[in-house]
T-cell receptor
Framework: DVKVTQSSRYLVKRTGEKVFLECVQDMDHENMFWYRQDPGLGLRLIYFSYDVKMKEKGDIPEGYSVSREKKERFSLILESASTNQTSMYLC???????????FGPGTRLTVL | AQRVTQPEKLLSVFKGAPVELKCNYSYSGSPELFWYVQYSRQRLQLLLRHISRESIKGFTADLNKGETSFHLKKPFAQEEDSAMYYCALASGGYQKVTFGIGTKLQVIP
C-alpha cells in the first residue's frame, strides 16, 4: 500500500514566520504535488515536482517555494506566512502516465 | 492552459434516485481524466479513471471528447455516497494534475 505522510496534522503560526511543511512518500514515485484545499475553491495546485531537484509552478505559486532534495521527500515553504495562507494543505504523489495520485492526510495550517 | 469545471457546488438527491455529477474540461491535447472522492474525515482517494472504463461502487464516467465532458453517474444513490467529489485532469509532459472545485453530494434518506 502506498503511503504518503505529512509532518503535521495541525499547525498554528504567526504572521511573518517561516513555515515548513514536509511530505514523504514510500513508493518511489517520480511526481509529487502540493495543493491547498479551501471551501468553494476546491484543490488548487501550488507546485509540483517531476524529479529530484526539479519543480514546476502550479496555478497559485505566489508566496510559496518548494524543495525536493530526495526522491521521497517534497517540502513546501512559506517564506513569510500571511493570514491568507490559512488553509488545508495536501501533498500527493504519483508515478505518472495513467497512475492515480495518492494523497496525504493533510496539514491544517492556521496563520494568526 | 488546462481547466476543469464542476458547475455544481452542492447536489442533493434522495436515496435511490439517479445521480449525475458534471465535469467539463478544457485542454488542447489528449487528457487523462479522473474522479476522486473524499468522505468525511478521510483522505482524498481515487474513485475511477477514464482509461480503465470501470465501474466502482456503482459509479461510471464516460469521456466525451466532443463535449469535453467526463460526467460521473450512478443509477441509484446510496446514503454512503454522500461525500465531496472532485474531477481531475492530468496532462502535459510534466504531468500537471488540475482539479475542479468539487461537488458535495448529499444523499437524503
Amino acid at each position: 500500500d502506498v503511503k504518503v505522510t505529512q509532518s503535521s496534522r495541525y499547525l498554528v503560526k504567526r504572521t511573518g514566520e517561516k513555515v515548513f511543511l514536509e511530505c514523504v512518500q514510500d513508493m518511489d514515485h517520480e511526481n509529487m504535488f502540493w495543493y491547498r484545499q479551501d471551501p468553494g475553491l476546491g484543490l488548487r495546485l501550488i507546485y509540483f515536482s517531476y524529479d529530484v531537484k526539479m519543480k514546476e509552478k502550479g496555478d497559485i505559486p505566489e508566496g510559496y517555494s518548494v524543495s525536493r532534495e530526495k526522491k521521497e521527500r517534497f517540502s513546501l515553504i512559506l517564506e513569510s506566512a500571511s493570514t491568507n495562507q490559512t488553509s488545508m494543505y495536501l501533498c500527493a504523489s504519483r508515478q505518472g502516465g495513467w497512475d492515480t495520485q495518492y494523497f496525504g492526510p493533510g496539514t491544517r495550517l492556521t496563520v494568526l | 492552459a488546462q481547466r476543469v469545471t464542476q458547475p455544481e457546488k452542492l447536489l442533493s438527491v434522495f436515496k435511490g434516485a439517479p445521480v449525475e455529477l458534471k465535469c467539463n474540461y478544457s485542454y488542447s491535447g489528449s487528457p487523462e481524466l479522473f474522479w476522486y472522492v473524499q468522505y468525511s474525515r478521510q483522505r482524498l482517494q481515487l474513485l475511477l479513471r477514464h482509461i480503465s472504463r470501470e465501474s466502482i461502487k456503482g459509479f461510471t464516467a464516460d469521456l466525451n471528447k466532443g463535449e469535453t465532458s467526463f460526467h460521473l453517474k450512478k443509477p441509484f444513490a446510496q446514503e454512503e455516497d454522500s461525500a465531496m467529489y472532485y474531477c481531475a485532469l492530468a496532462s502535459g509532459g510534466y504531468q500537471k494534475v488540475t482539479f475542479g472545485i468539487g461537488t458535495k453530494l448529499q444523499v437524503i434518506p
